[in-house]
């Protein structure tokens, strides 16, 4: 059922069926699936207590994928307060060019970097909303677009903060600060230069001076209230981690923090405007803008992935991996990276941090080989399908993007700098570590 609807998903450009509906009814009918002989997964239990147990299953995945669906729109309501009142136009000053290709690569260093600052999700948004207001071509932009994700998934793969895996395996303990910095630093680097050095070849020429070069926007707001809403909301999505180590809540409460904070001033510095002028930046307006069908979709790919999980299809996978490979841990995580890019990375990683336990030497241990790999591939590999990441999930939404064009256009670029920054890893700790 799982294999039919993710068919489905990506033939959505020939179905004309909404991802987001296809994504719900595979979710329900695979949870109905497994509760017409919920006894063969739940052998021990009995038949009022399978049902108890199923129940208070569903509600642990459903509170699991409602943290990372509150943070999702907590994150891209920040991102729309702060760009309706022109606070990443630093940003669009900054990258700002006539030149297509020039424009590329200085949207590719930023995308690479910010997102191991502001996690990868949120700065794909930035960085859409700020090229929306610099390239007009729908076809330009959905290459811009394209390497935003790319981008994205690297830089948040290099930085314990940047990725939900690498958060996941640096809480856990298995990777360090300084580990994931000095070693998957130059792979993460490089699986976003070779595919940026690929794609440039594809844009050609300049813009037109008045399509790259918008006015500012106009803002009832004074340059020290936009400085406000700017570092608070920024400022704040940095704070995120440091919050969640402080008080132990999960990450979408550090988001909430900074969402009610940023709300609250922003109606104080409108209390003194009139209605009339200051309508459209309100933030109940704003939350009107959130894709609630991306949403919807993440709901949906996320409670059908659990189901899989729950009946120990993805544990069985990791086993017949590790038992195939034994021994190759760069074919291991490297399998696990593609497979990222169909199934979401969250419960993959989840699965191979409880199939393997750390060990005091070798590829096991602490900043070991095969847990820097893992943080390494599964946030990259994430890169190779559209669906395969939350940044790409968000930029899909955005720019209704299909998944047929990424798969036809980028798969095979994002595919050879996977593979790239691998093989880097490998002569680096040949060499070096």
């Keep these: 059922m799982f294999c039919i609807g993710y068919l489905c998903i990506a033939l959505e450009s020939l179905t004309k069926v909404n991802k987001a509906a296809i994504a719900l009814l595979m979710c329900v009918l695979c949870w109905t699936l497994l509760m017409l002989d919920p006894m063969s997964y739940y052998p021990s239990l009995l038949g009022s207590d399978v049902m108890h147990h199923i129940s208070e299953v569903i509600e642990h995945h459903l509170g699991d994928a409602a943290g990372t669906l509150f943070f999702l729109m907590g994150a891209m309501t920040i991102v729309e307060i702060v760009d309706s009142n022109g606070g990443f136009n630093f940003v669009r000053d900054a990258i700002k060019t006539r030149s297509k290709r020039k424009l590329m690569w200085r949207m590719a260093f930023m995308t690479f970097f910010l997102s191991a600052i502001l996690d990868n999700l949120t700065t794909s948004i930035v960085m859409i909303m700020v090229l929306r207001k610099l390239v007009q071509s729908r076809n330009d932009r959905l290459i811009y677009a394209a390497l935003v994700v790319i981008s994205a998934n690297s830089g948040g793969a290099f930085s314990p903060i940047g990725d939900?895996?690498?958060?996941?395996?640096?809480?856990?303990?298995?990777?360090?600060?300084?580990?994931?910095?000095?070693?998957?630093?130059?792979?993460?680097?490089?699986?976003?230069?070779?595919?940026?050095?690929?794609?440039?070849?594809?844009?050609?020429?300049?813009?037109?001076?008045?399509?790259?070069?918008?006015?500012?926007?106009?803002?009832?707001?004074?340059?020290?209230?936009?400085?406000?809403?700017?570092w608070l909301g920024v400022g704040g999505l940095c704070f995120v981690p440091i919050f969640k180590t402080i008080t132990h809540l999960p990450p979408f409460m550090g988001i909430l923090l900074v969402l009610g904070l940023l709300w609250t001033v922003t109606e104080i510095f409108h209390y003194s405007a009139s209605d009339d002028d200051t309508m459209a930046k309100r933030v109940s307006d704003l939350l009107s803008r959130i894709d609630l069908s991306t949403i919807m979709f993440f709901l949906g790919i996320l409670m059908a992935v659990a189901v899989l999980q729950e009946v120990g299809v993805l544990t069985m996978l990791g086993g017949v991996l590790d038992t195939t490979f034994e021994g190759?841990?760069?074919?291991?995580?490297?399998?696990?990276?593609?497979?990222?890019?169909?199934?979401?990375?969250?419960?993959?990683?989840?699965?191979?941090?409880?199939?393997?336990?750390?060990?005091?030497?070798?590829?096991?241990?602490?900043?070991?080989?095969?847990?820097?790999?893992?943080?390494?591939?599964?946030?990259?590999?994430?890169?190779?399908?559209?669906?395969?990441?939350?940044?790409?999930?968000?930029?899909?939404?955005?720019?209704?993007?299909?998944?047929?064009?990424?798969?036809?256009?980028?798969?095979?670029?994002?595919f050879v700098g996977y593979l790239a920054g691998i093989l880097t890893y490998w002569v680096e700790r040949a060499l070096f570590f």
């Design 164 to 230: 939900v895996t690498t958060i996941m395996l640096w809480i856990k303990g298995v990777i360090t600060t300084q580990g994931v910095l000095t070693e998957i630093f130059i792979p993460s680097l490089i699986s976003m230069l070779v595919p940026a050095f690929i794609l440039q070849y594809q844009l050609e020429g300049k813009f037109d001076k008045e399509q790259n070069l918008p006015k500012a926007d106009v803002s009832t707001f004074t340059k020290s209230q936009r400085d406000i809403i700017f």
């Design 328 to 414: 190759n841990h760069f074919l291991v995580t490297g399998i696990i990276g593609v497979l990222s890019s169909i199934v979401d990375n969250v419960p993959l990683v989840a699965g191979c941090m409880g199939m393997y336990p750390v060990a005091a030497t070798g590829d096991m241990a602490i900043d070991g080989i095969f847990w820097q790999l893992l943080a390494y591939c599964a946030g990259v590999g994430g890169s190779m399908l559209i669906i395969g990441s939350a940044a790409g999930v968000v930029v899909m939404g955005l720019e209704k993007i299909t998944f047929g064009w990424y798969m036809k256009k980028i798969t095979w670029v994002a």
